[in-house]
């Protein structure tokens, strides 16, 4: 296990930190302090050849600007909130409305553009990376000082785990995740819409046409271009005539996930690769890159464009219409919320 570390400064002055995370097996991590974003998985395939299954940006860079919020942290909350507001103990606090009359993402300067502070060790069983960052009170407009630490850890079995944690000193609204692209193919040589998905749900939150939940769920044997509980490639029903995916332009749903130790699970049948997640969250948006049109290169020199890449965002269910799923991701004063989420790679 290793972990090297060095330091980048921008063009605008800002310095960062990039972080290697390699086990023993050859697989690599790459992470950044900025946004705790993730640049790259490197994992072989069938044939042994180790490759970046995350898309990531040409230029380091882009990373300043991040569109898309490739590989990044998402907080205070991931996903939308209706109308950017929500009450608190009688009180109504407003958010940004950066999304279509709402709030998505954490606002207009989440947790995917601020500097975290690093801290890692290395055993012979893992390689941890923890990175801290104090969230003021109002910051973006959310209650309470927040103290939040997310960790990585990656161990021999190519088992990459992020855990979150945050304390607060007021009632505030949490709900984290990463925002990782990934591409089993490896350097993105096509896009995902080959690769296929397994995810353990009976239902999804049925979406209005600007994607905010009204509170219903749909069955997915109904409503079967949502059915991924037998694996089947992202593309077989993503242009079905289906009200839901025209709203997304393909998939951008919370799925609501059954217990078992598998959420989801994500195969390349050219490469072999297989990505295993468990969580501990009831929730996963998978978000196929529906309206990708960023005139900027990737580090394979191809522009981003839509279904090249799947995102598996593991989280609690985002607030939708009358504060629906609100009390989800309530934090309370001196509670801790604990989340945690394991990607393992393999080769099948």
Known sequence: ME???????????KEITVYKLTNDKGMLVEILNLGGILTKIIVPDKQGCFENILLEWEDLETYEINPGGFGAVIGRIAGRI?????????????????????TLHGGLSGFDKKIWTGTDETTKEEAVLKLTYFSEDGEEGFPG?????????????????IEYKAQTDQDTIVN????????????????????????????????????????????????????????????QDIAKDDLQLKYGNGYD?????????????FYDPASKRCMEVSTTEPGV????????????????GELPHPYYGACFETQKLPIGHNEVFKEGVLLKKGSTYSSQTTFKFSVK
């Open 285 to 300: 948006v998978m978000y196929t890159m529906n309206y990708a049109n960023n005139p900027i290169k990737l580090s394979n």
């Open 82 to 102: 209706y109308d950017g507001k929500v009450t608190l103990n009688e009180k109504v606090y407003t958010f940004a409305k950066n999304n279509n009359g709402n």
């Open 176 to 235: 984290l995740t990463n925002h990782a692209y990934f591409n089993l193919s490896g350097n993105a040589k096509k896009s995902v819409l080959d690769q296929e998905v397994f995810i353990n749900a009976d239902k999804i939150c049925k979406l209005d046409k600007e994607l905010i939940p009204d509170g219903e769920f749909l069955n997915v044997e109904q409503y079967s271009a949502f059915n991924f509980k037998t694996r089947k490639p992202i593309g």
């Open 145 to 161: 000082n927040l103290d939040v630490t997310v960790t990585y850890k990656l161990n021999n079995g190519n088992e990459l785990t």
């Open 3 to 13: 972990i090297t570390s060095s330091k980048v400064t921008f063009k605008s002055g």
């Open 253 to 265: 749903h919370p799925w609501i996930l059954n217990d078992g130790n598998k959420a989801a699970e």
